[in-house]
């Protein structure tokens, strides 16, 4: 069975501080990883796309970058945080673009 | 103004009683929906995806597709407490872009 990591589970960080946040999945190989935005209560916002070792797309950058260094790894980073990278940040994955989603449990960002 | 616009933004039903779902693209190469549930503080999950025109049921869930009206409906029987979450219609292009385009979701609470 696939299972989807996400860590941290919670960051409490400070304005202008650098950030880094993961994402591995495991029981499948060269899957399609995405990374997404949540504000509280609100929609979902497509950030980064990668459909294999080395290639991230982005979607919309909000000062933030994507890698995936690994086939089963994908990593979300920024040098300087702002107040408004608040919010939830979700991984997932899929077999291709017309297949449903599955996500990670999430990870909660606070930037004071 | 978003591509994808759901209706009502929250709703309460009784156990036992219909919910029902809205959700409506205002961009004709949209082709492929999907519904997914969020309960709180965890990642979405999906529901059901539906790609052609007419009715889509996997149990209690069942979902209606009217491309030419770009109208898109979710319809719970039956619902139970555990139902209560935020769900999202998520929709993606037939070609051109990998991106999934969510809702702004809509709220449900089924009271006890």
Redesign the interface.
Known sequence: AQTIHQWPVAEIKAVGSPLSLGCTIKGKSSPNL?WYWQAT??????LF?SITVGQV?S?VQLNLSASRPKDDQFILSTEKLLLSHSGFY?C?WSLG??Y???????TRLTVL | QQKVQQSPESLSVPEGGMASLNCTSSDRNFQYFWWYRQHSGEGPKALMSIFSDGDKKEGRFTAHLNKASLHVSLHIRDSQPSDSALYFCAARASSGSWQLIFGSGTQLTVMP
């Open positions: 995405y209560g609100g929609t979902l916002q497509q796309y797309e979607v979700l997932a673009d017309y449903e989603q599955y996500f990670g449990p999430g």
